[in-house]
């Protein structure tokens, strides 16, 4: 089965590739430098929109049975900022899946910055980056001290997508309709 991951970040490549192992036997990965067609850092329904925009350009440009999508962003809920990760995998019917990581409470740090200094998170990042020698992209290891990485989010997104592409044991996935009630 070949998989075609609508990205050329290696972190990404790696989790989806982590994740597509424990359910598929000895899977082929192919990458394909997909646009998000987002902003870089992505706010709310455009983290869903940049997923789906690289399975859609992916599917267009690479021959393969599954085509992924994944981005991350930021999103407000209850009053809080969170990052997460959504990932869009289509397959070679056109038939899409959906599924998104848990969040992880953005730095009031962070967050503030970007209220009272008018900056974007890409740009808050940048700054702290630069002033404390931290990572480039990993923003969840520099949010929690590499307790966790932004690999986790990524995996999570992909796992949540492809356990409705190959469901196991009893998985109520595998039933199609109200019918097979």
Not at 14 to 37: C, E, G, L
Not at 56 to 68: C, G, K, P, Q, R
Not at 112 to 122: G, R
């Amino acid at each position: 089965m070949i998989f075609a991951i609508g990205t050329a970040n290696s972190m990404k490549i790696d989790a989806a590739t982590k994740v597509i192992s424990r359910f598929v036997k000895k899977p082929t990965i192919v990458s394909y430098n997909a646009h998000s067609k987002v902003q870089e850092t992505p706010i709310g329904k455009h983290t869903f929109n940049g997923a789906c925009n690289r399975a859609l350009e992916t599917m267009s440009n690479v021959h393969a049975d599954f085509y992924i999508g994944i981005e991350s962003g930021i999103i407000e809920r209850y009053g809080t900022i969170y990052e997460e990760a959504w990932c869009c995998i289509i397959d070679g019917n056109g038939h899409r899946y959906y599924a998104y990581s848990s969040g992880l409470k953005v730095p009031e740090l962070v967050t503030s910055a970007m209220s009272l200094k008018k900056m974007t998170h890409n740009k808050v990042m940048e700054i702290l980056q630069k002033r404390f020698n931290l990572p480039r992209n990993d923003t969840w290891g520099n949010y929690t001290g590499n307790a966790l990485g932004r690999s986790t989010s990524i995996e999570e997104a992909v796992r949540n997508a492809m356990i409705q592409i190959f469901p196991k044991g009893r998985s109520l996935y595998k039933l199609n309709s109200a019918q097979d009630l």
